[in-house]
């Protein structure tokens, strides 16, 4: 198995434990999972709120806005940090699409390893585009 088909196996049987965990709404569950993007990362849950890591081990990404239940409302998209709020919803799918929103475009599915890894891994790539485009020149 490569490392992309384990870290995707790892992913899908955590979204199977945060569903059987019961602590995050089904419907926002169910939202999430139904968006591609949010489906290929390693879903973890804090305080009710509903998070996603682009690594598959702790110490997890905190770079993915976040969703909670709201006081007042169904849902708060915040994040990635905590001082950060992104915006109400009113539905589970509001507040997915407003996480979506605020992601960037070349964000793939989750690595397998620690978000330290992650970024060693992101660093290597970028250091491979940069030289391809000075051999290219």
Do not use: K
Request: net charge negative.
């Amino acid at each position: 198995m490569d490392g992309y088909a384990a870290a995707e196996a790892v992913v899908e049987a955590r979204w199977q434990a945060v569903r059987d965990d019961g602590r995050v709404q089904v419907e926002l569950l169910e939202a999430a999972y139904g968006e591609p993007r949010l489906r290929s990362w390693f879903p973890w849950i804090s305080m009710g709120e509903l998070h996603f890591s682009r690594c598959t081990e702790s110490p997890w990404t905190w770079d993915v806005p976040y969703v909670h239940p709201a006081v007042g409302g169904p849902y708060l998209v915040a994040g990635p940090l905590r001082n950060q709020v992104v915006g109400p919803a009113a539905t589970a799918d509001e507040a997915v699409a407003l996480v979506v929103q605020h992601l960037p475009a070349e964000w793939g599915p989750a690595f397998l390893g620690d978000r330290e890894a992650l970024a060693a891994h992101e660093a290597a790539a970028r250091r491979d585009r940069a030289s391809e485009g000075q051999e290219s020149s």
